[in-house]
C-alpha cells in the first residue's frame, strides 16, 4: 500500500497547478485524506483535508485559492490550487488512513511533490 503523488511544477504568479495522490495496493477503506507543505526552513503544515464524507478544511492562506477533492472509485485525492503566489512555494505531501487486505488502518505519506511559484 502506497500513496504517490504528481502534478507539481514551476509556474508563475497566479497561475493555476493540480496535484494528484493515488493510493494503490490491496486497499479496502480510506479515511480523512489531506494535503500538507513544507517550504525551505519551515515546519510542514496542513494545506486541506476531505473527509471520508466529502467535508473539506482549509488553512487560511489558501482559504478561496485552493480546492481539495477526491475520487474514492480511483482512491485518488487531487488539490487544485488558482492564484497561485510565490509564498506557495513548497514541497506538497499527500496523506491518508488506509486499511489495507490487513484490515490494520495506517497513516501513509505519500513521496512530495515540488511546487514552485515564480513572482
Known amino acids: 500500500v502506497q500513496l504517490q503523488a504528481s502534478g507539481g511544477g514551476l509556474v508563475q504568479a497566479g497561475e493555476s497547478l493540480r496535484l494528484s495522490c493515488a493510493a494503490s495496493g490491496s486497499i479496502v477503506g480510506i479515511k480523512d485524506m489531506r494535503w500538507y507543505r513544507q517550504a525551505p526552513g519551515k515546519q510542514r503544515e496542513l494545506v486541506a483535508v476531505?473527509?471520508?464524507?466529502?467535508?473539506?478544511n482549509y488553512a487560511d492562506s489558501v482559504k478561496g485559492r485552493f480546492t481539495i477533492s477526491r475520487d474514492n472509485a480511483e482512491n485518488t485525492v487531487y488539490l487544485r490550487m488558482d492564484s497561485l503566489k510565490s509564498e506557495d512555494t513548497a514541497v506538497y505531501y499527500c496523506?491518508?488512513?488506509?486499511?489495507?487486505?490487513?484490515?490494520?488502518?495506517?497513516?501513509?505519506w505519500g513521496q512530495g511533490t515540488q511546487v514552485t511559484v515564480s513572482s
Open positions: 496523506n491518508a488512513e488506509l486499511k489495507s487486505s490487513s484490515h490494520v488502518w495506517r497513516n501513509y
Open positions: 476531505i473527509t471520508g464524507g466529502g467535508a473539506t
